[in-house]
């Protein structure tokens, strides 16, 4: 069971928007930033969003990120079938002194 | 370009040990905190390991605390994870990671695999 709670998956059509949810508690999302990660089918994790709604350079801005509370979202606007991933959230967890991450959320596109 | 190459992973036994090594590339390596990230297969992501620059500071998973160390070498730029007394659920792909100063994850290496198995 992971820490920090997402979707397992979401779905839409080309075009659409989607927002994939992050839960969490105080001890992580409730106090530090979130920072989001997408991983196509078969490559290593790459760095989506950063510092809440920071994105890095070359990441389009149909990604954007936004929190609240204790609780973190992403939004792709958009949708394209290339951003067919998983998407996974994660938080520094002061509890824990540990870095925690979502199950992940599979995202399809229809 | 900045690059990140693990090596060390293979097949071990229940019980056994491995030392896993990431070399690093096109950045310096010696000015950045590293993780160690892994994957279980059809898993999510699992955080193992962090060290600071100067490996002062050291945080582990719950899950390898006290099997597990973490180490560098800024001179050869290069990362390092010790994993002892392996057991069936270490089973992934452990991934280098560079930790920004803006503490994300922004560079991974391709990962390498580990299969603890009898």
């Known amino acids: 069971q992971s820490v920090l709670t997402q979707p397992p998956s979401a779905s839409g059509t080309p075009g659409q928007r989607v927002t994939i949810s992050c839960s969490g508690s105080s001890s992580n999302i409730g106090n530090n930033y979130v920072y989001w990660y997408q991983q196509l089918p078969g490559t290593a994790p790459k760095l989506l969003i950063y510092?809440?709604?920071q994105r890095p350079s070359g990441v389009p801005d149909r990604f954007s990120g936004s929190k609240s509370g204790t609780s973190a979202s992403l939004a792709i606007s958009g949708l394209r079938s290339e951003d067919e991933a998983d998407y996974y959230c994660?938080?520094?967890?002061?509890?824990?002194?540990?870095?925690?991450f979502g199950g992940g959320t599979k995202l399809i596109v229809l | 370009e900045v690059q990140l190459v693990e090596s060390g992973g293979g097949l071990v036994q229940p019980g056994g040990s491995l030392r896993l090594s990431c070399a690093a590339s096109?950045?310096?390596?010696?000015?950045?905190?590293m993780d160690w990230v892994r994957q279980a297969p059809g898993k999510g992501l699992e955080w193992v390991s962090y060290?600071?620059?100067?490996?002062?500071?050291?945080y582990y998973a719950d899950s390898v605390r006290g099997r597990f160390t973490i180490s560098r070498d800024n001179a050869k730029n290069s990362l390092y994870l010790q994993m002892n007394s392996l057991r069936a659920e270490d089973t992934a792909l452990y991934y280098c990671?560079?930790?920004?100063?803006?503490?994300?994850?922004?560079?991974w290496g391709q990962g390498t695999m580990v299969t603890v198995s009898s």
């Open positions: 510092r809440n709604n």
């Open positions: 096109g950045f310096t390596f010696s000015s950045y905190e």
């Open positions: 060290i600071s620059s100067s490996s002062s500071t050291k």
């Open positions: 994660a938080a520094w967890d002061h509890s824990l002194s540990g870095w925690v």
């Open positions: 990671v560079r930790h920004a100063a803006s503490d994300a994850f922004d560079i």
